[in-house]
């Protein structure tokens, strides 16, 4: 888990007069706000009337969190101004400087801690108890995977980036006309979930120097990271993930103590990645069998092995034909240059038609970087000071005997 999003109402916290966080705020009441800003308060469309910002930033080599302050008016009876605030921040560039380490379960208490003696630092004064029971607005799982010498970061990138995670999304096509690192990265979307997939060493080296100090600590300069972040980004997708995993009414409100329940990331992420995975259609696009012949020799003797009829033989061949596209061109191509000659209502048959592709390759294993991947999300190491010890002490052997 990293990038976490919390808010809290003007119950919750204090700003100082002199505060570091911005200048310009100041707490008011409704008799000072100008007629301007009492019809601006009667606008539904306007969220509110005054909005404060402090980046996320280092402030005397300390990490320091994003904060905005909202102020908005309450017409009702003699009016009121209420304010609003959200923070938003990385765990564990907060508790390490650095997002290569991962935070456990048992990092809670210290986590609460630094982030409320963080804020005191600006001049926003939160208690323990407002923290852990802030609610969760956003929430990004992720997980550090080491690749072992034989696989390639790009090539798994390469091999995901054919996947469909169905409604909009951007995959590496919309990130190569962005950047040169060609195929470095891969966004998915689908409504308020998104996932992230990329280089961790290369995205730490990027960073500042307090990021990168644990690449030149740990020798670190040429290993491959392979990140997975799944973004949650809205309270009302956090509540209907996580409940059900958390065994609670779909709608009872997230808080920040709730995120550290044991198990809990390991299960999300394990449940997102089988989002794309279980798809019949990524199923065929992960599919670890390139040569086509053997391919199609293999889709023939599955289909001839369930069905000797000539319908069965129908089958194998228009199999063929989706599975080779699919593995060149991507299942999202696929299905939407299918959807631009027919309408929409033959999108269920076209499901069925991949549902019947996939039992007749169902047998073949992932590609090699997509089983890893698959394996150590089962693991769920946690990179700590330790594995990363020791890895380095591996590498050091194995430099020793060439």
């Known amino acids: 888990m990293d990038t976490i999003s919390l808010r809290f109402d003007d119950k919750k916290f204090s700003i100082d007069d002199k505060a570091r966080f911005v200048p310009e705020f100041s707490k008011r009441d409704f008799s000072d706000l100008s007629q301007k800003e009492r019809n601006m308060a009667q606008d539904k469309k306007l969220r509110y009337i005054r909005k404060f910002t402090l980046h996320e930033s280092r402030m005397d080599n300390l990490y320091i969190p994003q904060v905005e302050v909202y102020e908005m008016a309450d017409l009702s009876g003699y009016g009121t101004v209420k304010y609003e605030m959200t923070i938003r921040f990385s765990v564990t560039k907060l508790l390490f400087k650095n997002s290569v380490q ?176 279980d798809r019949p259609e990524n199923l065929i696009a992960m599919i670890g069998m390139d040569d086509e012949r053997e391919l199609y020799n293999h889709i023939l003797k599955t289909a001839y092995k369930k069905d000797k009829s000539g319908h069965s033989q129908n089958k194998a061949l228009w199999t063929c034909g989706l599975v080779f596209l699919i593995k060149k061109f991507g299942a999202k191509t696929v299905r939407s240059d299918m959807r631009k000659r027919w309408s929409g209502k033959s999108d269920k048959r076209f499901k069925e038609k991949l549902g019947t592709a996939a039992s007749l390759i169902e047998d073949i294993p992932f590609f090699d970087g997509i089983a890893y991947i698959c394996r150590e999300l089962e693991k769920f190491e946690t990179i700590t000071p330790d594995f990363l010890d020791a890895r380095r002490e591996v590498n050091r052997q194995l430099q020793c005997k060439e």
């Open 102 to 277: 991962e935070i456990s379960v048992s990092d809670y208490k210290q986590i609460c801690h630094t982030l409320s003696e963080r804020l005191r630092v600006v001049g926003i004064d939160v208690s323990l108890w407002s923290i852990e029971y802030a609610p969760v607005s956003v929430v990004h799982f992720c997980k550090n995977i080491f690749l072992p010498a034989t696989l390639f970061l790009r090539t798994i990138i390469s091999q995901l980036s054919r996947v469909d995670v169905g409604k909009a999304y951007q995959t590496t096509e919309e990130t190569r006309r962005k950047d040169q690192n060609n195929a470095e990265i891969l966004h998915l979307r689908c409504g308020t979930r998104e996932w992230i997939f990329y280089d961790k060493t290369q995205e730490t080296l990027q960073g500042k120097d307090s990021e990168k100090e644990i690449v030149n600590t740990y020798g670190l300069q040429d290993a491959e990271i392979f990140r997975i972040e799944y973004r949650l980004n809205k309270a009302q997708t956090i509540k209907s993930e996580l409940n059900k995993i958390l065994g609670r009414p779909h709608d009872k409100v997230v808080v920040f103590a709730d995120l550290f329940t044991e198990d809990l990331w390991k299960k999300v992420l394990i449940n997102s990645w089988q989002r794309i995975s």
